[in-house]
């Protein structure tokens, strides 16, 4: 049985200089934490599409006016549920917070129009993800991710927002989870 597809529109986040050495070595086993490659900030999650949608989606990327931003990171939050059922860890942005969220107040209804989709349900909240829970986690072990997640200090990390791509899964899901299937630089902002 083939696997549904995957699409996104997103931002890739550079891992260099802080992801090895504060996430990587630390992270708890029980927690699925992303390959370096794989880390971004999505604009729109495009979901199972076809690959036309998903292209013409891509094609409507214009939508951010805002060029290369240099946000920061902030707290290590649980999403995806409670504090009991969460299903990831993220870092959130601190600086340029308010920045990255309305480039994706003025991307996601874009993007997803244009992938035949309806308009954004949630207010954009700017995060990287970091890693996942599994579905099935003890109580205990997920309280150690979540105390993990409280004492990873990423806050002024740097993180240069110079490109949009569009996402799919990896042909090698074991080693990547996702692929860039196209890539662009995000323009200057017009004066």
């Excluded at 920045?99 to 995060?127: I, S, T």
Aim: proline share 10%.
């Amino acid at each position: 049985m083939a696997e549904r597809p995957n699409w996104f529109v997103g931002l890739p986040v550079p891992a260099e200089g802080w992801y090895r050495e504060r996430v990587l070595r630390t992270a708890p086993e029980a927690l699925r934490v992303f390959p370096p490659d794989d880390l971004h900030l999505t604009l729109a999650f495009l979901g199972s599409v076809d690959e036309a949608r998903a292209r013409a989606a891509w094609e409507a990327r214009d939508c951010w006016d805002r060029g290369a931003i240099t946000a920061s990171l902030g707290p290590v939050v649980p999403l995806g549920g409670d504090r009991h059922r969460f299903r990831v860890l993220a870092a959130r942005l601190d600086g340029g917070d308010e920045a990255v969220a309305a480039g994706m107040r003025a991307c996601q209804p874009a993007l997803l129009d244009a992938a035949g989709l309806p308009p954004p349900q949630r207010p954009p909240l700017p995060h990287v993800t970091l890693g996942r829970a599994p579905r099935r986690l003890a109580h205990r072990e997920r309280r150690a991710l979540l105390r993990w997640a409280e004492g990873l200090d990423l806050a002024g990390v740097p993180v240069p927002l110079e490109e949009v791509a569009l996402y799919t899964w990896s042909d090698d899901r074991p080693k990547r989870l996702f692929r860039i299937v196209e890539r662009a630089p995000l323009g200057a902002a017009d004066a």
